[in-house]
């Protein structure tokens, strides 16, 4: 990162810092380590991500049965009135 522009915009980024860090081989780490840890960090990565769309849906999933039960429940609510 030789040039200023690239300089200033991995500087305001903090995830390019530690993507960057990440991808440096580490002293002692031999090229299939490196190869290993960067796959797992992947794997992680999109653990982390399935989780996180699981739970979305999950919550929006949940609401939207929340309004269809009301919805239902509304000619009952007004017959009983």
């Not at 990162?1 to 530690?18: C, E, F, G, K, V």
């Not at 002293?27 to 380590?33: F, S, V």
Request: hydrophobic content about 30%; charged content about 25%; cysteine-free.
């Amino acid at each position: 990162m030789d040039h200023p522009i690239l300089r200033s915009h991995a500087a305001s980024d903090p995830n390019s810092t530690a993507e960057a860090q990440s991808q440096l081989r580490r002293p002692g780490e031999t090229e299939l380590d490196y190869y290993e840890r960067r796959y797992q960090e992947r794997v992680d990565s999109k653990k982390q991500k399935d989780s996180l769309d699981l739970m979305n849906n999950f919550l929006y999933f949940s609401n939207v049965f929340r309004v269809a039960y009301v919805l239902h429940r509304i000619p009952t609510i007004q017959m009983l009135n």
